[in-house]
DNA sequence: TTGAAACTTAAACATTTCGTTAACAAATCT
DNA sequence: AGATTTGTTAACGAAATGTTTAAGTTTCAA
């Protein structure tokens, strides 16, 4: 689920988007200020893409872009303003936004282009996933603890992929089966056993997870 | 250098925005077809962006767009046509374009967008790919390791080049093929082995990196 | 057009790696 | 305690990969 941050002072234009794309599958969220935008970013919450006016009450857009880039170059912004003006945009894709739309916008064309750089910027971000000292990278199909690779198969990788990607949540193993070994359960189902014990094996010098047995279920990893 | 193709049939518009592109800094080559651009794209030429009409004599942009999509995720396309109606935008955005600008189009929002689009896919500004004394020239196809050249037929200067541009990360055989071989995945699978035996004959005085087999899966290159 | 060289690919065989099973030990449940 | 489930190990066999060869195909120059 992809969260989105709309910043805009005019509270019906703001209220629409944002129930516009929560009715379309996204997550949004809106602000009426920088500098609420601020807080609500920086409060914790992670936010996939920013969707911005320029002209807001206390700092406006150009600004708030800028400040925005100096901490995450990656994360999308698109400029949703009444401005028409050369001088605007190019200020605009200066500061480093990535897509401009002058108002009144198509709320349909607004989601086309927000899945477009969503496309995009998910291109370039690789599939990691990151738990303390260890990293899983789904492209180089390969585990690090502490920066030391540690050696996997496919089938081992696939699994404590999956595991780690759904902290405590219990997988019998026939779901394991059906996912990983195309559905083909001709093979014994305690296959899946012997490669729990690799997996503990393998990290046991990990501190940083635990797979844990629900008897006569299956089998969950548990984050220290 | 940036490399930008740009497929519009109207003689003097592709002119037009050809001239502007080079006077700012790009290198843009014209083609008047989706077929020209295929030869152009084919013919060993690389491109960084694409920006293409809808409209055109024999394939018209949606087909070619989804045709370079196929082959390649990354290189960014953007849409400069007249068609100003939603059915349009949306079967464009649908088949990956990344941005799309109705006719008449303002050639230095032109510029702009191409700016941002360029600077998204975080693309290098150079065709080539040196490693320690390892130098690939994708404009010249040609390797040259501690200065001295080692010659690659084209299909072998294309994997290596793959495989290089994104160390670690492990291909499969399908995906190699679907690339290099024109999708035509009829000659066996097989046929991608012979050619890492080759490459690491080839490769073999080359310290700077190791083709390593990801069993189950393909290949994939190791900076040492 | 023709021949030579280069390139590509299928096939065959050698080699390596991995998955599965089976057996027994240990743990857990009733 | 007895039954069931799970942990672990090692060995066998299947599958994937490495490599070479030879035959087919393309390219290019004469």
Chains 1, 2 share one sequence.
């Not at 916008?105 to 995009?120: K, M, N, T």
């Not at 050696?151 to 996912?179: A, G, H």
């Not at 046991?204 to 220290?224: D, M, N, P, R, W």
Request: charged share 30%; proline share 2%; net charge negative.
């Amino acid at each position: 689920m992809f969260r989105i941050l709309v910043v805009e002072d005019d509270k019906e234009l703001n209220r629409t988007v944002c129930t516009y794309l929560n009715q379309n599958g996204y997550e949004a969220v809106g602000c009426l200020s920088a500098g609420e935008a601020y807080d609500a970013m920086y409060g914790g919450s992670l936010f996939d893409l920013i969707v911005s006016d320029i002209m807001m009450p206390d700092v406006d857009g150009f600004e708030f872009a800028r400040t925005v880039r100096e901490q995450d170059q990656e994360i999308p912004i698109l400029f949703m303003t009444a401005r028409d003006d050369f001088a605007s945009k190019q200020k605009g894709f200066k500061t480093g936004i990535d897509d401009y739309m002058v108002k009144p916008v198509d709320l349909d064309e607004l989601l086309l282009r927000i899945g477009a750089l969503l496309r995009r910027a998910k291109i370039v971000s690789s599939h990691k996933l990151e738990i303390g000292k260890l990293v899983l990278d789904a492209d180089e199909r390969s585990a690090y603890l502490d920066g030391e690779e540690i050696p996997l198969t496919v089938r081992e990788f696939n699994l404590i992929y999956k595991l780690l990607s759904y902290p405590k949540k219990t997988f019998t193993r026939s779901q394991l089966m059906d996912e990983f070994w195309d559905g083909d359960t001709s093979s014994g189902l305690r296959t899946v056993d012997v490669y729990m014990t690799k997996l503990r094996s393998k990290f046991s010098g990990c501190e940083e997870f635990q797979i844990v047995t629900v008897h006569g279920l299956g089998y969950k990893a548990v984050l220290k």
